[in-house]
Structure formats: C-alpha cells, structure tokens
C-alpha cells in the first residue's frame, strides 16, 4: 500500500531499468509467498514519522524476516538490536535501499531466519521474559 505523496515518485522509478516495481494488490497466502520468493528485500512502513511515530512493531517485518527476507526500514523496532545485521534503519533514500538489497542478495534465506529467530519467535520471546522473572 503506497500513500498517495508516494505515488508520483514510485512512477518515476518505474522509469528506471534498475528498479522493478510492480502493484499486486489483494494477495493469496500462495500468491505472496510466491512474490516473496522473487525479492530481494522487504521495505517496513516508510513513512510513520508523519504520524508522529518513531518506533514500530509490525507483524510484516517480522513476516518477512521470517522468510529469510531481509527488511530495511525508516524507523526504530526496539525488538532488534541496532547492529542486527538483516534489519537495517536509514533515510528513504533509494540508493541506500538498492544498496542493502545488492550487500545482501546471495545471503542465505535459511540463515536470515535462523538470526531472526530470537527476535521474532513468539515461543524464544516468551521464555526469555519469563526467565527475566524467575532470575527475580
């Protein structure tokens, strides 16, 4: 879903012979694993500082990483330390994003979800809290 200030500069990328972008609209679980398959990197919600916003903890990102997709986002997720190496924090900069897509392309999608994991696991989440009490 793409906010309407962002739709003149998403034409303008589809100009670009780098630069795929493609609108798919409502999606099957089958058609968007599919999709996900293709890329390269997964984008987090770009624009929530115009919501007053300045952290996030939304489900695609970890959905994603999930698939052993690495995420690049505009904001913090305190659920993941600042060095984690498959979610990166920038500027909506493109070509900081086209960047960490190429940095990571041939990375394996197993490993991507294995680091993960301790972030994004309800189960690993849940122990570590609990053990965060019993240690009380």
Not at 37 to 44: E, M, P, R, S, Y
Not at 97 to 103: E, L
Request: include cysteine.
């Amino acid at each position: 879903h793409l906010e309407p200030g962002l739709l003149d500069a998403v034409s303008r990328l589809k100009n670009l012979q780098w630069c795929s972008i493609v609108s798919h609209g409502r999606l099957s679980r089958l058609e968007y694993d599919s999709i996900i398959a293709k890329c390269d990197v997964g984008l987090d919600s770009l624009a929530l500082d115009e919501e007053g916003l300045s952290q996030s903890s939304s489900f695609k990102t970890r959905e994603m990483l999930a698939s052993g997709l690495p995420v690049y986002s505009c904001h913090c997720d305190a659920s993941f330390p600042a060095n984690f190496k498959w979610y990166k924090t920038g500027q909506l900069n493109i070509q900081d994003i086209v960047d960490f897509a190429m940095a990571n392309k041939n990375s394996s999608r197993i490993q991507i979800r294995t680091d993960s994991r301790l972030y994004i696991e309800k189960s690993v989440i849940l122990k570590n809290f609990v053990s965060c009490f019993e240690s009380l």
